[in-house]
């Protein structure tokens, strides 16, 4: 008879759950019943209104086992059958999901990427880099016919292969601003080798419109980052209407719902390119599913979304574009909760809704 395993995990409850208001994003911190802290980071919402929720959704956490990762996400998701899926909502499950995993890797003292299946790579391509850049329209555009608008999207593309060198990487995100005509008429002039891939060149929820893009594009198709979970990506892959999926660990429900959905991409042969503006630490949860998945091309993220001190720093990035894989237990991020509360109290980080119009004074897509 095998001699009896201790379940360190068995017995660890969450304590507290509080959400940090710091600005531009939002922080979850999970207190346990053995000290360990687990943190997580809400992007691109009105951050007083996310905190609100994520601290109204403790209920559910409080008292539970952090490391039932999965049922604790089944449980947050499919609460309420009006807000499941939405939004909002999703967006902070995906704070909380990253809290879990956190707790969960610095209980058994590895980093989350082991608890994942452990890793496929040893260093993640990351853009930007001096080696791969992505560009965009530069603001919304209204479709007047004329061949300068087109010119003006070309020569993007070819000041960014300056800087890149021909064997770098250039992407160009459409960012739903440019019309489908004038998509059509950029696909004219864009060759197959132009660019590693064109990016949310449609507004998202219209297969139709995208399998159109797609017999027009010469160039790889990526979308993704509004797609939230399993559900909404899987018709996109079964229509076969892009060639790179980017999931957003922020949006899309977190470190769970990304593994989950990396393997569905996989089973239709379509690498991710995670799509990413989170903080460092936002960011830092992400790389630790990319290290883990093997269908991978590229990861986007951005050091700057954050003020200077509010998370330590566990990986850099080297003159290739590539970054080492997270280090320490859990997601390898602490946090200053104290610094992080002060950035949130400044008036120029308060969050603030976009407001995007056209030459004419309609409103744009974005």
């Known amino acids: 008879m095998a001699d009896p395993v201790e379940d360190r995990a068995s017995s660890i409850r969450v304590t507290h759950l509080r959400a940090i208001n710091a600005g531009r994003k939002g922080y979850v911190k999970l207190e346990t019943s053995v000290g360990i802290v687990g943190w997580g980071e809400i992007n691109n919402m009105n951050t007083p209104v996310a905190c609100q929720l994520a601290e109204s959704m403790g209920e559910m956490i409080v008292g539970e086992n952090p490391t039932r990762v ?28 990253m809290a879990l995993w956190d707790i969960a ?45 087109v010119e003006a999207l070309v020569e993007r593309i070819r000041q960014a292969r300056a800087k890149v060198g021909p064997d770098g990487a250039v992407m160009f995100d459409a960012h739903s601003m440019l019309p489908p005509p004038l998509v059509r008429q950029f696909a004219g002039h864009l060759k197959s080798d132009d660019l590693l891939f064109l990016e949310e060149a449609w507004v998202p929820g219209n297969i139709e419109v995208m399998r159109r893009v797609r017999e027009e594009v010469p160039v790889p198709l990526a979308t993704g980052e509004r797609d939230r979970g399993i559900w909404e990506v899987r018709e996109i892959l079964e229509a076969q209407v892009i060639d790179i999926l980017q999931p957003d660990c922020g949006h899309g ?22 799509h990413c503006t989170m903080s460092y630490l936002g960011l830092t949860a992400s ?28 990986w850099t990035m080297d003159e290739e574009g590539f970054v080492n894989l997270p280090e320490g237990p859990g997601l390898g991020v602490e946090m200053d909760e104290s610094l992080a509360q002060q950035v949130g109290e400044q008036p120029d980080q308060r969050f603030q809704w976009p407001d995007n119009r056209l030459v004419d004074g309609s409103v744009a897509d974005y």
């Open 253 to 274: 429900g977190g470190i769970t719902q990304m593994k989950k959905v990396a393997a569905l991409a996989e089973a239709h042969h379509v690498p991710i390119a995670p």
């Open 70 to 97: 999965e049922h604790l996400w089944q449980r947050m998701y499919r609460s309420h059958r009006n807000l499941r899926g939405g939004g909002l909502m999703t967006h902070v499950i995906s704070g909380i999901d």
């Open 105 to 149: 890797g610095k209980l058994h003292g590895v980093p989350v990427y082991r608890l994942l299946g452990g890793p496929c790579r040893d260093k993640i391509w990351m853009y930007p880099s001096a080696k791969a850049l992505k560009i965009s329209p530069g603001a919304a555009h209204y479709h007047t016919g004329s061949p300068a608008d």
């Open 287 to 314: 790389l630790h599913v990319a290290a883990s998945v093997p269908f991978f091309l590229i990861h986007e993220g951005y050091t700057s979304q954050m003020a200077e001190g509010v998370a330590t720093k566990t």
